[in-house]
T-cell receptor, first 113, second 113 residues
Framework: GDSVTQMEGPVTLSEEAFLTINCTYT??????LFWYVQYPGEGLQLLLK?????DKGSNKGFEATYRKETTSFHLEKGSVQVSDSAVYFC????????????FGTGTRLTVIP | DTAVSQTPKYLVTQMGNDKSIKCEQN?????MYWYKQDSKKFLKIMFS???????INETVPNRFSPKSPDKAHLNLHINSLELGDSAVYFC????????????FGNGTRLTVT
């Protein structure tokens, strides 16, 4: 079945450090891939997405590239800020016509000044 | 101008009680969802409705019953609450088009004592 595996957290970084959160997936078809972010006390928000192999999703300085050969969608940011502290979820959706998202377990990021 | 709103934000109740969580969206979406997030932040879909019709129904106890009176509302009723039902429940909505992003509410933290 479909699944998403994320690196275990929590991750603690200093401001302006480089961020990588690993995500790999298992899917029977050709899924679309997403990163969602959850700030404290709020619901999840879409951060970026990629719908086919080699696509790069980007938003707010975050990037992730859909790598079919390694079944990965790692999230990166060159210089994190305190305001980036949140829980990040990798997710996939099979092309079945229904938006059934499979989420990873989430990675908590804390950025310290 | 809240996009996806759910009430209540917190719900504390005793085992065996029946409770409801309400959800409304004003985004004009035709698909709505309920997700359950456990204490480890693991997020799993419970139900999905498209135009008031059930399209996704994961393995969820019969004690959970969604009700969609119209496209803008999807309520969740839970009978005979158990300790294991304690979690944060998120409502979400999206367009039915493939890969449409989900918009989440801020969650309802249910505590069963």
């Amino acid at each position: 079945g479909d699944s998403v595996t994320q690196m275990e957290g929590p991750v603690t970084l200093s401001e302006e450090a480089f961020l990588t959160i690993n995500c790999t997936y298992t899917a029977t078809g050709y899924p679309s891939l997403f990163w969602y972010v959850q700030y404290p006390g709020e619901g999840l928000q879409l951060l970026l997405k990629a719908t086919k192999a080699d696509d790069k999703g980007s938003n707010k300085g975050f990037e992730a590239t859909y790598r079919k050969e390694t079944t990965s969608f790692h999230l990166e940011k060159g210089s994190v800020q305190v305001s980036d502290s949140a829980v990040y979820f990798c997710a996939l959706s099979e092309r079945t016509g229904a938006n059934n998202l499979f989420f990873g377990t989430g990675t908590r990021l804390t950025v310290i000044p | 101008d809240t996009a996806v709103s759910q009430t209540p934000k917190y719900l504390v109740t005793q085992m065996g009680n029946d409770k409801s969580i309400k959800c409304e969206q004003n985004l004009g979406h035709d698909t709505m969802y309920w997700y359950k997030q456990d204490s480890k932040k693991f997020l799993k879909i419970m139900f999905s409705y498209n135009n008031k019709e059930l399209i996704i129904n994961e393995t969820v106890p019969n004690r959970f019953s969604p009700k969609s009176p119209d496209k803008a509302h999807l309520n969740l009723h839970i009978n005979s609450l158990e300790l294991g039902d304690s979690a944060v429940y998120f409502c979400a909505s999206s367009h039915s088009a493939e890969n449409s992003p989900l918009h989440f509410g801020n969650g309802t933290r249910l505590t069963v004592t």
